[in-house]
């Protein structure tokens, strides 16, 4: 791009920082700067459609998807192969994890996806710009934000930029966690401690037994050793647990 078109594109992004307006998507729980020029369309319930005023082909479409409480994604992997499933929806095949164009930031995950596809309607090829946006609101499980700008291949150099303005403008408005992966309960934390523990009380506890002539001190009757190997066996055993050896003295009359 030479200087004059690097000033061109300058000039267009303050323009629209500098008349951009605000609007609040109530139901969607975000809001987002409306650029001179554009309106909006917030007739459907699960969509919300920012358009160019003189020519409809050219939009901006904000989707909101709650994740299913059985479907939440627990780890990065699940991260790679949901973000690889959407990708196959939209008809674009990412051979590798390279090819996802994704981030975890923090407290969301943060992909993009560019490709053209063709408009049979109007008979022409089009040009969609993808942003898409994984958080953890604290009520609700996870949500995913879905933002896509598309406009004829001629015009698409003028919109994607309008459209990366406008996407840096969002901002999702319900409070969120401060994770996208639910953190493992602290109870369930304990009580993997506690079972460590017990399983290394039990073989302490077993080695001093193997180790001791009398291994369990005043009913140590309860407990033979194996003349063969040595093993302390439990009476209710009539043959050693480690070498098979039959307990003798057990069946002595």
């Known amino acids: 791009m030479n200087k004059i078109g690097l000033i061109a594109v ?3 992004l303050l323009a629209i920082s500098a008349e951009a307006k605000e609007y609040n998507f109530e139901t969607f729980g975000c809001r987002v ?13 699960d969509e919300v459609v920012m358009y160019d005023v003189s020519d409809r082909l050219i939009e901006i479409l904000f989707r ?10 627990k780890n990065e992997q699940e991260l790679v192969d949901a973000i690889s499933g959407l990708y196959r929806e939209f008809g674009v095949d990412v051979r590798d994890i390279n090819g996802l164009n994704y981030k975890l930031k923090g407290d969301r995950a943060v992909f993009n996806l560019e ?15 993808i942003e898409g946006i994984i958080v953890r609101s604290e009520r609700n499980g996870q949500i995913l934000y879905l933002l896509s700008a598309s406009a004829p291949l001629s015009e698409f150099d003028r919109v994607g930029q309008i459209a990366r303005q406008v996407f840096g403008s969002f901002e999702i408005t319900v409070p969120l966690d401060d994770t996208l992966f639910q953190k493992q309960s602290s109870l369930a934390l304990i009580m993997l401690f506690l079972v460590l523990v017990l ?8 080695r001093k037994i193997q180790r001791s002539r009398h291994p369990l001190g005043r009913i140590s009757a309860n407990h033979w050793r194996c003349k063969s190997c040595g093993l302390v066996n439990h009476i209710d055993s009539h043959t050693c647990n480690r070498c098979g050896a039959e307990n003798i003295t057990q069946y002595t009359p």
């Open 199 to 206: 399983m290394g009380f039990f073989y302490i506890r077993n």
């Open 64 to 73: 909101k998807y709650p994740l299913d409480k059985n479907y939440q994604i």
């Open 115 to 129: 490709y053209v596809e063709e408009d049979r309607q109007n008979d022409l090829l089009v040009r969609k710009y």
């Open 10 to 12: 300058s000039l267009l």
């Open 33 to 45: 700067d409306i650029p001179d020029g554009w309106d909006i369309d917030s007739a459907l319930a």
